[in-house]
């Protein structure tokens, strides 16, 4: 019985597949496995999935907003700390692995800036006692200044920071230190850089401050020898500095624009109630003096005189008739001089003209007085930074639709304007009032290609273009070829299989030796499969009869 036993490769029908071309290795074995038949239909499908991933993939590309840095440079205890913040918000975020950058994405920008602002980040580099404490122990003499001028710099940079408009500051000392020699000593000196807030600015006031901040923590250092500078360049410290003038320039400009400011608050102030905002617009132009005069005077007031000492002598003769007497000669034999007609006081009854007579006095009196005499000096200075001439001009509203402004109301408002700027005719002060009909200020549209919603679209848009573009102009033609390449080894395969047919059913027709399960599932019609299987059971009664039993017991097992 045991030749008569169907063995498994009898009863049960295999595919077998048409050899084909085989290679040796990992590209042999790749394309054996690609000409397999299940694979080779399966390929459009993977193909098409694999083309609309990569399709997506290119569009999330493309799609999202390019990353920009929140923060670089920062220490690695600032920078777990950003991280860990933005986790907690859900903020998408990168990190640059060769510069260590925090980037988010762009749309994110603003809020990661805000929630890292929440929690106080960054919170900026150590300061100067955890340098000193980091000092490593036998460090050279060298080592130890550095360290120490390093933490010195760090506390003055974060008390500098402590200023509102101040965001990060950096300062740097240079000295040399002091020398035993008197002619060998320099002075030291500094600088800050300051970056500012955004839209933040600092006074001269705040300027000077942090002048006199850095130079009175620094033993021997002068103000004038402090530098500040902010991120754009600037240096804020000019006016301390050598360049005195611009300093002065920048100072009256300043000024000039307080004042314009000043007036022109006040014509808003009054004018307002009784034309409403935005129904009238002012312009004031002050010409300043700042000229600075100075004049001394030095008087004797006539009134101020005082009697300080007084010295005199008082002289009195007697005129007696003179004796005879001197040399006989020509001299004494002259007539005497003539007589004076000036009156004697002492002797107001005499004549004038008259000769003196004998027995008469004579009263001479000389006083010398020292006077007080009062002096007055007085030293003007000019106030400097006056104004020299005022030009204001007001453009009123005309009422639209409305009766306009008379030539009287135009004269009031004109009045009150002077009022209110302190009109001086002397000083040639001109104040211009008209009434106008204004353009009407529409708001000032924002160009459709600068609106915040453009942005996504144009992205997304682009994003979806570049994916149909691979997909219509790439992935479509590859799916023609790789389908057209299916459908040729599809009909070469059809082919082998009806001529395999055909020959097995001229083999069945001519009554061939030996039929196989095989030949029996190749034939291609109903009537070739059962000559096969009458020629079948010619050939072999007996496993065709072990064929039908377990069949019959196959259809039995299933039925029970």
Do not use: C
Request: glycine residues 8%; without cysteine; hydrophobic residues 40%.
């Amino acid at each position: 019985m045991s030749e008569l036993a169907a063995t498994p490769n009898d009863l049960t029908p295999t595919a077998r597949p048409l050899p084909i071309a085989g290679g040796t290795g990992m590209m042999g074995r790749a394309r054996d496995f690609m000409s397999q038949p299940a694979v080779i239909k399966a390929l459009p499908a993977i193909a098409f999935v694999g083309l609309i991933g990569l399709a997506a993939l290119l569009w999330m590309t493309f799609s999202q907003a390019p990353g920009r840095t929140l923060f670089s440079g920062l220490a690695d205890s600032d920078k777990a700390a950003v991280v860990e913040a933005l986790q907690g918000a859900g903020i998408a975020h990168q990190l640059d692995s060769s510069t260590g950058a925090v980037t988010v994405s762009e749309d994110d920008y603003h809020q990661a800036r805000m929630v890292a602002a929440a929690q106080g980040l960054p919170r900026g580099a150590p300061d100067g006692g955890q340098v000193m404490e980091n000092l490593p122990l036998g460090a050279s003499r060298a080592v130890e200044g550095e360290r120490i001028r390093a933490a010195r710099q760090m506390d003055l940079a974060r008390t500098i920071e402590a200023i509102d408009a101040v965001r990060t500051a950096r300062v740097h000392i240079a000295d040399n230190g002091q020398s035993v020699f008197v002619r060998d000593r320099a002075s030291p000196g500094a600088s800050v850089m300051l970056t500012l807030e955004s839209g933040r600015s600092l006074s001269d006031g705040q300027v000077q401050a942090i002048i006199h901040l850095v130079a009175s923590s620094i033993p021997n250092l002068n103000p004038e020898q402090v530098s500040v500078v902010d991120q754009n360049g600037r240096l804020l410290s000019r006016a301390g500095g050598s360049d005195g003038a611009s300093g002065e320039s920048e100072r009256q400009l300043a000024v000039q624009q307080a004042t314009e400011g000043r007036y022109r608050e006040a014509i808003a102030t009054l004018l307002t109630p009784i034309l409403g905002a935005g129904n009238f617009t002012a312009e004031v132009s002050a010409e300043m003096d700042f000229s600075q005069t100075e004049a001394s005077r030095e008087a004797f007031p006539e009134a101020s005189r005082a009697l300080r000492s007084e010295q005199g002598t008082v002289t009195q003769e007697t005129n007696a008739q003179p004796a005879a007497g001197g040399i006989p000669g020509t001299l004494a034999n002259e007539a005497p001089p003539p007589a004076t007609t000036t009156p004697d006081p002492n002797n107001p009854n005499a004549v004038p003209g008259a000769p003196a007579t004998a027995n008469e006095t004579r009263r001479n009196e000389q006083y010398a007085r020292n006077y007080a005499v009062g002096r007055e000096i007085s030293v003007t200075r000019q106030q400097t930074g006056t104004v020299k001439r005022l030009s204001v001009a007001v453009a009123v509203r005309n009422p639209e639709g409305g009766r306009p402004l008379t030539r009287d109301e135009i004269q009031s408002l004109e009045n009150l304007i002077r009022g209110a700027v302190g009109f001086s005719q002397q000083r040639g002060d001109m104040v211009a009032l008209t009434a106008r009909s204004f353009v009407s200020e529409e708001a000032t549209a924002v160009s459709w290609w600068q609106e915040a919603w453009l942005s996504p679209i144009v992205r997304s848009v682009g994003g979806l273009i570049l994916a149909l573009t691979f997909l219509l102009v790439i992935a479509r033609p590859l799916m023609k070829r790789l389908t057209a390449a299916a459908a040729r080894r599809a009909e070469s395969r059809n082919q082998v299989r009806e001529e395999i047919a055909a020959a097995v059913q001229e083999h069945a027709k001519t009554g061939g030796s030996h039929v196989t399960i095989d030949m029996i599932e190749a034939a291609p019609s109903y009537e070739a499969r059962a000559e096969l299987i009458r020629n079948f059971v010619r050939q072999d009664p007996a496993r065709a009869a072990l064929v039908v039993r377990d069949l019959i017991r196959a259809d039995t097992q299933g039925a029970a």
